[in-house]
């Protein structure tokens, strides 16, 4: 559990040097690409820690994304711009949890795909007397 804390942090991390290096804005997708990225570095291999690590990459990207908007707009001492109710306003959080699980289930896949496979034991040789 503390790996998939700690991937879920590297991840938050990620997502935002993605979000904040990006001229424009990419939704869900540097969240989702840092949750697969963390997940396959630190080889997590349960769904659990996998799931973990990636809604603790989308919790915190997006609320310090908000955060840092709405500081900008505060600093700057300008009005929020009007905030238009659409249909992307209704179904961001739906697509964003949805997206979430299956970032978790593509790396926790994409680990288990590329572990390598188990040796098997070498062959004992046979005690045969030397002539």
Do not use: C, H
Request: charged letters at 10%; hydrophobic letters at 55%.
């Amino acid at each position: 559990m503390d790996r998939s804390i700690t991937a879920g942090i590297s991840g938050f991390l990620v997502a935002i040097v993605i979000n904040l290096f990006s001229p424009v804005y990419l939704y869900f997708i540097p969240s989702f690409l840092a949750a697969i990225l963390v997940i396959y570095f630190f080889k997590l291999e349960t769904l659990k820690d996998g799931l973990v690590a990636t809604f603790m990459t989308y919790i915190f990207a997006d609320g310090i994304l908000g955060t840092i908007t709405l500081a900008t707009f505060y600093f700057t001492n300008e009005a929020y711009p009007s905030f238009y109710v659409d249909a992307w306003t209704m179904l961001s959080p739906i697509v964003s949890a949805v997206t979430a699980l299956i970032a978790g289930y593509i790396g926790v896949w994409v680990v288990q795909v590329t572990k390598p496979a188990r040796e098997l034991p070498p062959i004992p040789q046979s005690q045969a007397p030397s002539a």
